[in-house]
């Protein structure tokens, strides 16, 4: 089983603010894999999309 990810530690990873990552995660709806309780779980394919949004989220708002 691969890695799962909370979004505190998706932001520690990208280092970017929590806000941020679940703003991504609401806007693109991305869906957990998993849940423990109430704390959604994302695994490596999702985080690497989060870092995509991220970095064009950056590029838009430069641009």
């Known amino acids: ?5 909370t979004t505190g530690q998706i932001a520690e990873m ?16 991305l869906k ?12 490596e394919v999702q985080v690497a999309a989060i870092k995509e949004k991220i970095f064009n989220m950056q590029i838009q708002v430069r641009g």
């Open 1 to 5: 089983m691969s890695d799962l990810f």
């Open 14 to 29: 990208l280092r970017e603010p929590p806000t941020r990552v679940e703003y991504i995660i609401r806007r693109h709806r």
């Open 32 to 43: 957990p894999v998993d849940r423990v309780g109430i704390i959604r779980l994302f695994n």
